[in-house]
């Protein structure tokens, strides 16, 4: 299909579309009822996430938590123990912030006008049209990746979707295309298509819209979209150490600000120039608690991808050194961090960690050296 294409094609391309997700949508709960809360919940919590695990999260998150004013009161703690797993934790934290704004400026009730619900901490643009649309039939769009690689296609957009001119035509496309009164439908029918249909391989063979298909016609559907510019992946060699002590392991809670804010944490931190993983964890060691220790089995090295960062985890079991002076276990004296216990493998299993410090715990809970911890 072409941009300049009669009114009476694109409303042929939505029918289609919408016949499709007539028979084809999946079951999600969050459709069940499209509450406000249970959309906004579904559409922050599906971000970065894949479907399947988004909807297991989902349901766990909405027995714990069924309201707006659940959210704004709860522990941060809570939440964020409820949301390990998802990452980009800056979500949760707008999420409390957002509800905390809804009980306190709207009584309670999540706004239903586009710019309000824009006004939300940690609402951007699709996020505001998908609720709005969603939850509250507003006839806006909501543009996400799925609805970026069916328009490339579709239109054949031979320039990265994300670039500007190419990202300003694909809003105007949608909004030429979306049919009055039914924006709830349609804007999920697209991001369903992009996700079951029209994905990074495309299966041309079962699109209901593939009559209107450019990129089809032409013979490229696997040429659209067009990549934009990667942006490099930085390599990390880091270190953590697991500081056995009377039965116990030395956990600490890392700042309320920076990455990871209010995680906690096994002790560590990157390797310097020229430094051997062993002496790393040493020094690091010395300078967050004082502690002087002595590494004795080094227990994994575990590899974790982050969008921009790839770290390398390299893990020792330390133990403290008792010939050379050190902090005495029951004062560490604590620099990078708000808090510290010794904790049992229980109490860790019960906190908060980054997603390799997880990995690392898992570990620990498998591993017979540490059975009785």
């Not at 999420?95 to 400026?105: N, P």
């Not at 002595?294 to 133990?319: E, N, Q, S």
Request: hydrophobic share 40%; net charge neutral; charged share 25%.
């Amino acid at each position: 299909m072409h941009d300049n294409a009669p009114q009476h094609e694109y409303d042929a391309f939505a029918k289609a579309l919408l016949d499709w997700f007539a028979a084809a949508r999946r079951p999600l709960p969050w459709r069940e009822h499209y509450t406000p809360y249970g959309v906004w919940i579904s559409e922050i919590m599906l971000q970065q996430t894949q479907m399947e695990r988004g909807v297991d999260y989902y349901l766990r998150w909405m027995e714990r938590f069924p309201d707006v004013a659940s959210v704004a009161t709860a522990p941060e703690a809570d939440l964020l123990k409820a949301w390990e797993g998802l990452g980009y934790y800056r979500r949760v934290r707008n999420l409390q912030a957002a509800a905390r704004v809804i009980m306190e400026q709207h009584d309670g009730i999540f706004p239903d006008l586009p710019d309000a619900i824009r006004a939300l901490p940690g609402i951007g643009p699709y996020t505001a049209g998908a609720i709005a649309s969603i939850a509250f039939n507003h006839d806006v769009i909501a543009v996400d990746g799925n609805v970026e690689r069916v328009f490339s296609r579709v239109f054949d957009i031979d320039t990265p979707v994300r670039e500007k001119t190419a990202a300003t035509r694909i809003r105007m496309l949608t909004a030429r295309t979306l049919p009055k009164g039914r924006a709830r439908d349609f804007n999920q029918a697209l991001m369903e298509l992009g996700a079951l249909v029209c994905r990074k391989k495309p299966d041309c063979t079962a699109c209901p819209v593939a009559r209107f298909c450019e990129s089809l016609h032409l013979g490229i559907p696997h040429e659209r979209p067009v990549p934009g510019r990667r942006q490099p992946i930085v390599p990390l060699d880091v270190v953590s150490g697991v500081l056995v002590h009377e039965g116990r392991i030395f956990v600490q809670r890392r700042p309320d600000t920076g990455v990871w804010a209010g995680f906690w944490e096994f002790p560590g931190g990157r390797i310097e120039p020229g430094e051997t993983p062993e002496e790393a964890i040493i020094r690091e060691f010395r300078e967050e608690t004082d502690f002087a220790v002595r590494p004795t089995d080094k227990l994994a090295v575990i590899r974790h991808g982050y969008t921009t960062y790839r770290v390398v985890l390299h893990c020792y079991l330390l133990h403290i050194d008792a010939s050379s002076r050190s902090a005495p276990p029951e004062h560490p004296v604590i620099t990078a961090a708000t808090d510290h216990r010794w904790a049992t493998l229980a109490d860790i299993d019960a906190l908060t960690l980054p997603a390799g410090h997880r990995k690392l715990a898992d570990l620990l809970a498998a591993d017979l050296r540490f059975a009785g911890l």
